[in-house]
């Protein structure tokens, strides 16, 4: 995502696409997009990226945003069936394929009954269009309720060291339906790399900018988390950023987190987690750690949030 902004200005297209390559090379199969990233640039950047190497990964991206035909911004929810095989036949044009592996719905859409999305992406795995359905930030109802549908493969949402929400109803319901987890921002939106203080500047686009959690009072009392966890990687001869993605690797074998960077050290540095062991000392430290840190501030703005966990 952060490829095509979101985090600031888009990356260089040929710079992305050798970061992308890069990571095939070092062994990364698993590739996450979305048509509103950008919207529509980034599955493209993906599309031609992976194109020589198709056959040995498996793609990602999302239905579910109604944009703006003029502006290009997402305007509100749209997973009506006709939106979801509009989306599909445009994303399989943008990626440069004739399937995509895994399609999420991007947000729960509350004005279209589950059971219709759920049809709507069976079709396309009966037509061979696409290979598995996931979903992305749904409550549990809502999970159960697709499920009945069509078997769901994967959720994804968010959970981190810094949003621990899922544990509660979420990755319970997950277990026992057999879903795999695909956490998103595992690294707390860059927060627990340990690079971002109080002094930290983003960028005018940058939507860290809305976000309650980052702003300077919270950054301050969040910064405690980040330490707790640097004390830990200094000892394991390893970064925060890798603490936090192997601590994720850890809590179930069916967990995959996906870290994003437009930058080529940080791509090698995240992949470095997952040679990263913890044993069972390390994760009680950790969890003990964690648990003397209350995390502040929101994680997404209101209106944002009221997207997530239906």
Known sequence: MSMSGNYGPAGDKQEMIGIIRAAVDQGVTFFDTAEVYGPFANEELVGEALQPVRDQVVIATKFGWKIDPVTGKPVGLDSTPKRIMEVAEASLKRL????????????????????DVAGAVKELIEEGKVSHFGLSEAGAGSIRRAHAVQPVAALQSEYSLWWRKPEGEIIPTLEELGIGFVPFSPLGKGFLAGKIDTKTKFHESDFRNTIPRF????????????????????????????IALAWLLAQKPWIVPIPGTTKMHRMQENNGAADLELSASDLREIEDAASTVTVQGARYPENMEALTGR
């Open 96 to 115: 440069r394929t004739d399937r995509i592996d895994l399609f999420y719905q991007h947000r729960v859409d509350t004005s279209v009954p589950m059971e």
């Open 215 to 242: 702003n300077e009072e919270n950054r301050r009392a969040n910064k405690a988390l980040v330490d707790l966890i640097s004390t830990i990687a200094a000892r394991k001869q390893a970064t925060p950023a890798q």
